[in-house]
C-alpha cells in the first residue's frame, strides 16, 4: 500500500473506532465494533454493535445500505475480526462472504477462542482479501477490557483514588468519628468519577470503607447502568441499613475465602461473568493489588487540600499516560507497564 492508500485506511478505520464508541457501556461482555462499507472512495454505510445479544456492526452496516448490488463492488472496513461463530447472532464472517465485498480491512484480531483468526480464515477462503492490522493498536486499546478477559482470563482492573497534596485519602479515624466520607475531590471530578462507573462491570471497595464511608456506590451525577458493587472481606457482619443494601444496583460481598488475594477475588469476579472493576477503596485493597501487580489502570486525582495526617493512600509505580487539571484537582492516569 502507498503512502496515500494507508492515510485513507486509517481515516476510514478511525470513522469505525468512532462508531464502536457509541456502543460504550451497552455491548459488554461483548467488544465494541464499528464498521464502514466504502464504495468508489465514498461511504455509503455504516454501523456499529449497539446492544448486546443484538446485530453485530457488519450486520447494521450492511443494512444501512439501501442499494445491496452496491455491495459486491464495496470494501469494508471493520474495527475487530469479523465473528466465526453462531452466539446470540449468525457469524459475520458469513455475510461479508454473501455480500461478495471486494476487500475487507481488520482493524485487529480477535482473541476469543472461538474466533482468534478464524474469521479470517473464513473470508480469506471464499476469495475475499482481508488486510489484517490498520490502526491495530487503537483497535486493540478500545477494547481492552475484552482483550483481558479472553486472554488473561481475569478482569480489567482499574485503580481509583483521590488523595490530597500530602498523600492522604482519608482523615485519622477512632471510635468517636463520625461515619461519612471527607470529601477530596470536587463536583467535577465527581460527575467524571460517575461517568467511568458507568464504563465498567463493577464497582469494588473493601468492608472498612463500607463501615467509614456508607458510600452508595451508584450513578447519581451521570446517566448509565449502575455496576455490580462488590465489598471484600466483611469478616463482621455490615449493617442492613448501609446504602450498598439499597435496591439500585445488585451488592455482592465476598467472604474471607473469596477475598484471601487480589487472585482469589480476581477468580471469583471472572466465574461470576464481571469483565471489568473499578476499585475505589480503600489503601489496603488497593496496596494488594498493586503488589500482586493485578491492576491495569490507576486513575488518582490529587487536591490541593492537606490533612497533616491521616490514612496515606497506596504506593503506585507505572507509566503515566495522562496528566490534566479536573478544577482545582489534578487527574493522573497510570497503565501498568508490569503487565
Known amino acids: 500500500m502507498t503512502n496515500e492508500n494507508i492515510t485513507l485506511h486509517e481515516t476510514y478505520m478511525r470513522r469505525c473506532l468512532e462508531l464502536a464508541r457509541l456502543g460504550a457501556g451497552n455491548v459488554a461482555p461483548n467488544p465494541m465494533v464499528g464498521a464502514v462499507i466504502v464504495h468508489n472512495g465514498i461511504i455509503i454505510g455504516e454501523g456499529f454493535h449497539q446492544q448486546y445479544g443484538f446485530a453485530h456492526a457488519e450486520v447494521n452496516a450492511v443494512n444501512s445500505v439501501k442499494d445491496k448490488e452496491l455491495l459486491k463492488e464495496s470494501e469494508i472496513y471493520v474495527s475487530l475480526e469479523p465473528c466465526a461463530h453462531y452466539g446470540k447472532t449468525p457469524p459475520c464472517a458469513d455475510l461479508i462472504v454473501k455480500c461478495g465485498f471486494k476487500h475487507v480491512y481488520v482493524g485487529c484480531r480477535d482473541s476469543f ?188 486525582f490529587t487536591s490541593p487540600t492537606r490533612f497533616g495526617k491521616g490514612l496515606k493512600a497506596a504506593e503506585i509505580q507505572g507509566e503515566l499516560r495522562e496528566r490534566m487539571p479536573v478544577g482545582d484537582n489534578v487527574l493522573e492516569v497510570y497503565a501498568n507497564a508490569m503487565g
Open 113 to 300: 477462542e472461538k474466533v482468534d483468526g478464524k474469521g479470517i480464515e473464513k473470508i480469506r477462503n471464499a476469495g475475499i482479501p482481508v488486510i489484517v492490522g490498520i490502526l491495530e493498536q487503537e483497535c486493540i486499546d478500545l477494547n481492552r477490557r475484552f482483550f483481558t478477559w479472553c486472554t488473561q482470563k481475569r478482569p480489567y482492573v482499574i485503580l481509583k483514588w483521590a488523595q490530597t497534596a500530602d498523600g492522604f485519602i482519608d482523615i485519622e479515624r477512632n471510635g468517636s468519628t463520625p461515619t461519612g466520607s471527607v470529601r477530596i475531590s470536587n463536583p467535577t471530578t465527581q460527575y467524571l468519577s460517575h461517568k467511568w462507573r458507568t464504563e465498567e462491570a463493577a464497582i469494588m471497595v473493601g468492608a472498612n470503607t463500607v463501615r467509614n464511608d456508607n458510600p452508595s456506590l451508584n450513578v447519581r451525577f451521570w446517566k448509565g447502568r449502575n455496576p455490580v458493587r462488590i465489598v471484600t472481606d466483611s469478616r463482621n457482619p455490615l449493617s442492613t441499613n448501609l446504602k450498598i443494601f439499597d435496591t439500585t444496583s445488585p451488592t455482592i460481598t465476598l467472604d474471607q475465602t473469596q477475598s484471601a488475594s487480589a487472585q482469589a477475588i480476581l477468580d471469583t469476579l471472572y466465574n461470576g461473568g464481571l469483565q471489568s472493576v473499578i476499585i475505589e477503596g480503600g489503601a489496603h485493597l488497593h496496596q494488594t493489588f498493586i503488589n500482586a501487580n493485578l491492576w491495569d489502570e490507576a486513575r488518582i
